[in-house]
C-alpha cells in the first residue's frame, strides 16, 4: 500500500492564488524529482492550507524528506515563500494507507 504525507501552510492574505500555482509547480516538481505519486490541496476551517502527498512507500518519502525536497526551480520556491504566513516545519500527518476508495 501507499505512504501519504499531510503538510499545513498559512497563506497571507490576497496571496491565496500565488500560493495555489505554486504549489501545483511544486507538485509537479517532488513528482519529477523525488518519485511522489502527486498530492491534493484542501482548505480548512482554521483558514490553513493542508497539502495530502501520496508515495508509493515510506522509504520513498523519507528519502526526499530526508534530502529536505525542495521546489527546485527558483522562481517557484520563491512565489511559494512569498505568499506564506506560517507554516509547520514537520509534517502534520504521516500515514500507512491501508484501505483505498478513492480510485
Do not use: C, N
Not at 7 to 23: D, I, M, T
Not at 35 to 54: K, N, P, Q, T, Y
Not at 79 to 97: C, G, N
Amino acid at each position: 500500500m501507499t505512504f501519504v504525507a499531510a503538510y499545513w501552510w498559512r497563506v497571507k492574505s490576497g496571496k491565496e492564488e500565488q500560493f495555489r500555482q505554486a504549489w501545483r509547480r511544486g507538485t509537479e516538481l517532488i513528482r519529477q524529482r523525488y518519485g511522489s505519486l502527486g498530492s491534493r490541496l484542501h482548505h480548512d476551517e482554521e483558514g490553513r492550507f493542508i497539502g495530502v502527498a501520496e508515495w508509493p512507500d515510506k522509504q520513498t518519502w523519507q528519502r526526499a524528506f530526508d534530502a529536505r525536497m525542495v521546489y527546485d526551480d527558483p522562481e517557484t520556491r520563491a512565489s511559494f515563500v512569498d505568499a506564506l504566513e506560517d507554516w509547520a516545519d514537520e509534517p502534520l500527518l504521516l500515514m500507512e494507507v491501508t484501505d483505498d476508495l478513492l480510485g
